[in-house]
């Protein structure tokens, strides 16, 4: 019923930039807390950034001062803005959002498809 569909990953240089958008779509009533997460090869998956329906921030420590969140409630988008991008932000990077589908639904969690972001030094 809910979709959350990314796009606008890609290859870039090192201090390049990129920015990320995250539609959710479908049966929504609300969308609580969203997040971006990534996955390089052989890791486990990580938060990036979480941020909250009233657009409160997290970061994890690693891109603190580089990457932005922001959201577009009306749109049900979040974004991530990427800036000064270093070869290690290399991996796939997920959507995450806590999606209520009805008045009376229960908040269920949904994940994006991913998308590559690849920089190159």
């Known amino acids: 019923q809910v979709q959350l569909v990314e796009s606008g990953g890609g290859l870039v240089q090192a201090g390049g930039s990129l920015r990320l958008s995250c539609a959710a779509s479908?049966?929504?009533?609300?969308?609580?807390?969203m997040a971006w997460y990534r996955q390089a090869p052989g890791k486990q998956r990580e938060l990036v950034a979480a941020?909250?329906?009233?657009?409160?921030?997290d970061y994890a420590d690693s891109v603190k001062g580089r990457f932005t969140a922001s959201r577009d409630n009306a749109k049900n988008t979040m974004y991530l803005q990427m800036n000064s991008l270093k070869p290690e932000d290399t991996a796939v990077y997920y959507c995450?959002?806590?999606?209520?589908?009805?008045?009376?639904?229960?908040?269920?969690?949904?994940w994006g498809q991913g998308t590559q972001v690849t920089v190159s030094s």
């Open positions: 995450n959002a806590d999606v209520q589908q009805g008045l009376w639904g229960r908040v269920l969690n949904y």
């Open positions: 479908g049966s929504i009533f609300s969308i609580n807390a």
């Open positions: 941020i909250t329906s009233g657009s409160s921030t």
